[in-house]
C-alpha cells in the first residue's frame, strides 16, 4: 500500500486542501485573467466618472418630479395609507390570478 502511494503521488503536492494554507497551489495569471481585470476597472471607472458628474444641469432637472407626476402619485399613496375603512376584498378577487382558463376538461 506504501509503495502503490509512493508511486502515484504527484510530485511537490502540498498537505491537506492544495487551494488554501501556506503551501497552497496557486493558479497561474493568464492573459484572459488580466485582460478581464482591466475590462472590469474600466467599467468601475466610467461608473465612478457619472457618479461625479451628473448628465442634468441644475436648471434641466429643476420640475422633473413634477412632469413624471411624482407628488401626485405620493399623494394618492398617503391618501390611501389614511383611509379609515378599506375597501371590500373578495375572495374572488383575491384568487382571481389563479384562473388561467374557464373551461373545465
Known amino acids: 500500500m506504501r509503495l502503490f502511494q509512493a508511486l502515484l503521488r504527484r510530485k ?3 498537505h491537506g486542501n492544495i487551494y488554501t494554507g501556506k503551501h ?5 495569471v493568464k492573459r484572459d ?6 475590462n472590469d ?4 471607472e466610467k461608473n465612478m ?3 461625479r458628474h451628473s448628465f442634468l444641469t441644475s436648471e434641466q432637472s429643476f420640475g422633473h418630479a413634477a412632469a413624471l ?3 401626485e402619485n405620493r399623494m394618492k399613496e398617503l391618501i390611501m395609507k389614511k383611509k379609515d375603512f378599506k375597501d371590500n376584498v373578495t375572495v374572488e378577487s383575491r384568487l382571481a390570478h389563479l384562473r388561467v382558463k374557464e373551461c373545465w376538461d
Do not use: C
Not at 41 to 44: A, G, K, M, R
Open 49 to 51: 466618472f457619472y457618479l
Open 69 to 71: 407626476g411624482k407628488h
Open 12 to 14: 511537490n503536492m502540498p
Open 41 to 44: 476597472f474600466e467599467i468601475e
Open 33 to 38: 485573467d488580466v485582460q478581464k481585470l482591466r
Open 24 to 28: 497552497r497551489i496557486v493558479k497561474p
